[in-house]
């Protein structure tokens, strides 16, 4: 499976920007999928993620409120759908799909990941 993410950008804070994540196969649609970003010098963390149906849900608690994932399995692709930007938002976002079905937070729960989306958020 190929992820490719796209949708990133230069924004102001206050901003929104949408996130794409499409997959080579829909391979992806009985698996879960998840939204990662990696700031410069820190270590990637966990945004979000949607289960196979797109029933359940699960945030990050900087972004809960903010920011809003859902998929498309019929085009086998993920959205992360990013309003109120700030700009610690800044980051490398990555999509990436699980082993599992169900939503989780856990880096080693995902085995596929797309190459990564520049998120600039300027104040």
């Known amino acids: 499976v190929q992820l490719q993410a796209s949708g990133g950008g230069l924004v102001q804070a206050g901003g929104s920007l949408r996130l794409s994540c499409a997959a080579s196969?829909?391979?992806?649609?009985?698996?879960?999928v998840g939204w990662f970003r990696q700031a410069p010098g820190k270590e990637r963390e966990f945004v979000a993620s949607?289960?196979?149906?797109?029933?359940?849900?699960d945030y990050a608690d900087n972004v809960q409120g903010r920011f809003t994932i859902s998929r498309d399995n019929g085009k086998g692709t993920v959205y992360l759908q990013m309003d109120h930007l700030k700009p610690e938002d800044t980051a490398v976002y990555y999509c990436?799909?699980?082993?599992?079905?169900?939503?989780?937070?856990?880096?080693?729960?995902?085995?596929?990941w797309g190459q990564g989306t520049l998120v600039t958020v300027s104040s």
């Open positions: 990436a799909v699980s082993r599992f079905s169900y939503t989780g937070r856990a880096l080693a729960n995902y085995q596929y």
């Open positions: 196969k829909r391979t992806s649609s009985n698996n879960a």
């Open positions: 949607i289960s196979w149906r797109g029933s359940s849900t």
